[in-house]
């Protein structure tokens, strides 16, 4: 009787080819069916305490409110690491009432959606190598402080970004990484990338009152247009016009 072993090898690439799309199509059935009976966490809830063990760690947030479960058996381990400023209100003007960013629960819910775990856990400066020990047993980490707001709660932004390199020497992904942070982090870095595929080719910048007056309001005649300060991600200095 014919085997496994028996298949012209010239067959072999194509077999390969329809078992991978066999395997594609597999899973995203699969991950629909439990993104459709996943039951979102409610008031109170939380979340993040698993697949990594993350008890060590001071829980800065009220809840995890609207965060999907935890995969079973994650594709991979993942966090979203987030800064709470202790003096500002709600932890800062970017933060919901429960203590997490506004975007971090959709951010959160793609990477679960995609089969990944993604926990949501913040700094805490006070608790650094702790926290450091702790990020080591993630594979991939989003990191979601605010320029000026590890600073703002007392701690040492340059440690941070340091100890963050150290993470991604180790072999852990970071996004986005500290030095990406530093080259690219302020908004015009949006002019540099203007005519890439994945940018705008009407983005400009402007340094001086008279460029702005006379950029802005050509620009204007055409379309609505979205002003942003050039540094700072906290949902502050944005005006759509």
């Not at 298949?7 to 629909?32: C, H, R, T, V, W």
Request: with cysteine; net charge neutral; charged share 25%.
């Amino acid at each position: 009787n014919a085997c496994y072993n028996d298949i012209p090898k010239k067959d072999f690439k194509e077999i390969g080819q329809i078992s991978d799309l066999l395997g594609e199509k597999a899973a995203k059935i699969l991950l629909q069916s439990a993104r459709e009976k996943a039951k979102p966490a409610a008031a109170g809830d939380y979340f993040s305490g698993t697949p990594v063990d993350v008890s060590s760690l001071t829980r800065v947030s009220k809840d995890d409110l609207g965060l999907l479960p935890q995969p079973s058996q994650p594709r991979y381990l993942t966090a979203l690491v987030g800064i709470y400023v202790r003096s500002q209100p709600y932890g800062g003007s970017d933060k919901s009432s429960n203590g997490h960013r506004y975007d971090t629960i959709p951010f959160a819910n793609g990477m679960i959606s995609a089969g990944m775990s993604c926990q949501l856990i913040h700094y805490v400066h006070q608790e650094h190598t702790k926290f450091f020990d702790v990020i080591k047993n993630f594979q991939a980490l989003i990191v979601r402080c605010n320029p000026g707001q590890i600073k703002a709660d007392g701690g040492d932004q340059g440690k941070f970004d340091d100890s963050m390199r150290a993470i991604r020497k180790a072999g852990i992904q970071v996004w986005p990484s500290p030095d990406v942070m530093e080259f690219m982090g302020a908004k015009d870095a949006l002019c540099k990338i203007a005519d890439m595929s994945i940018g705008l080719e009407d983005t400009l910048a402007y340094y001086d009152e008279a460029a702005f007056s006379a950029g802005f309001k050509k620009t204007m005649a055409f379309q609505p247009r979205v002003i942003k300060q050039n540094r700072g991600s906290s949902g502050e200095g944005i005006w759509i016009i």
